[in-house]
């Protein structure tokens, strides 16, 4: 399985970025996905995940009204839609994937058995 992340960049506060992750080797339309984001000392941080087939889906509080997520079965990818972005939204951020038919919790890292490399994520105020 492969998860390979884009869409990463500089932007500046307020600024808008669209992460994208394509699946391979995995049955992505049986398969729950997340972004996560992680800044150097922290802990992980899930961001927002979506079911199987496109919902229910979940967002953590700091980033609700202002990030969304969807998902193109077809085109085995899921995208992350970040609006209104802050300094504080500055971390690698990283897809994950569920392996089909197994039990999750949509913003649970450890529920997650499948991981990208990441992508950086930089807000200057």
């Known amino acids: 399985v492969q998860l390979v992340e884009s869409g990463g960049g500089s932007v500046q506060a307020g600024g808008s970025l669209t992460l994208s992750c394509t699946a391979s080797?995995?049955?992505?339309?049986?398969?729950?996905m997340g972004w996560f984001r992680q800044i150097p000392g922290k802990e992980r941080e899930g961001v927002s995940s979506i079911d199987r087939d496109g919902g229910p889906i979940y967002f953590a509080e700091s980033v609700k009204g202002r990030f969304t997520i969807f998902r193109e079965n077809a085109k085995t990818t899921v995208f992350h839609q970040m609006n209104n972005l802050t300094p504080e939204d500055r971390a690698m951020y990283s897809c994950a994937a569920v392996a089909s038919g197994r039990w999750w919790q949509p913003l649970f890292a450890r529920t997650y058995d499948y991981w990208g490399q990441g992508t950086q994520v930089t807000v200057s105020p």
């Open positions: 080797g995995l049955d992505f339309g049986a398969s729950a």
